[in-house]
């Protein structure tokens, strides 16, 4: 088998869905769809073959093995099992496939998939964003990043598990961070403050600063309000290292944090910056 092709598995309940995602990764050369399945079930039965019946003496190592797949592109909302329910079994195994989740729902669902730094194409798959994502999955398995991805899937399916009722969404305790092909899992708890940097959130860490692709917007609404404050459209700072307000020459505010770092502060939230420090 030639390994340099990357091969794939297409998961979607939807006919027409498969078909049009088959004709679209047709034009990239180094994937080669291996199946189609319309369900969880079907792509259970494809990635774990049944067992051949054993009999005395008979070698174990003749059960046909699992499929080798590279790459899975799989549909979230299907009717009889959720394709979330298969992303947990395949990051399990021993060599998880890159998991690619296709969704026709956007907003918090889309959000989601990239605080954790996952690929995920929005239904109608357009072929700019489906390139995007052929070029991430070869430089990921260049790089032998599976792990790491797997990593990054695991967080994301436990933000994504409904809470017990009564009980809120939980805040974020990690971040999953892509970096040229890699993958780095960042706990919240590590990060000295937050930084606006554009589409990007700048993780000011103790020694050094990580970019990572997302709004600082998104990002405040999944971190602890007890722990964390927002001071400026383009900073949240932890309030247990609220420091000291200055009024610069020009009027305009700037806090000193406890780590010595300073961030501006915008005056509608001066008031919660004061009532913080104790003022």
């Known amino acids: 088998m030639n390994r340099d092709v990357i091969q794939v598995l297409i998961v979607d309940d939807e006919p027409l869905a498969r078909t049009n995602l088959r004709h679209a990764l047709a034009v990239h050369p180094q994937l080669r769809v291996v199946a189609e399945c319309a369900g969880v079930s079907e792509a259970r039965a494809f990635l774990h073959p049944t067992p051949r019946h054993a009999t005395p003496g008979t070698d174990r190592s003749a059960e046909p093995p699992e499929a080798p797949v590279d790459v899975v592109f799989l549909d979230i909302r299907m009717p009889s099992e959720s394709g979330l329910v298969l992303a947990r079994e395949l990051v399990a195994r021993a060599e998880p496939p890159i998991i690619v989740f296709v969704t026709a729902h956007g907003d918090f669902a889309i959000e989601a998939f990239e605080i954790h730094a996952l ?144 961030v501006p502060v915008s005056e509608r939230y001066v008031d919660a910056v004061r009532a913080t420090m104790g003022e």
């Not at 919240?188 to 990572?212: I, P």
């Not at 600082?216 to 307000?245: C, K, N």
Request: no cysteine; aromatic share 6%; charged share 25%.
């Open 119 to 262: 690929d995920y194409l929005l239904k109608p798959v357009e072929d700019a964003r489906l390139a995007q994502a052929v070029a991430r999955i070869a430089e990921m398995l260049h790089l032998r990043q599976r792990a790491a991805y797997a990593t990054a899937v695991r967080d994301y399916l436990t933000d994504a598990s409904e809470p017990p009722a009564g009980h809120p969404t939980p805040y974020l305790s990690r971040l999953s961070v892509r970096s040229v092909g890699r993958i780095e899992s960042i706990a919240v708890d590590d990060v000295r403050w937050f930084g606006a940097s554009g589409n990007y959130v700048e993780l000011h860490l103790a020694k050094r600063v990580v970019l990572h692709r997302l709004t600082i917007g998104a990002l405040e609404r999944r971190l602890d309000p007890a722990v964390f404050l927002r001071v400026h459209r383009s900073a949240i700072v932890r309030r247990a290292d609220v420091g000291v307000l200055r009024v610069t020459g020009d009027g305009t505010y700037v806090l000193q944090l406890r780590s010595g770092a300073q």
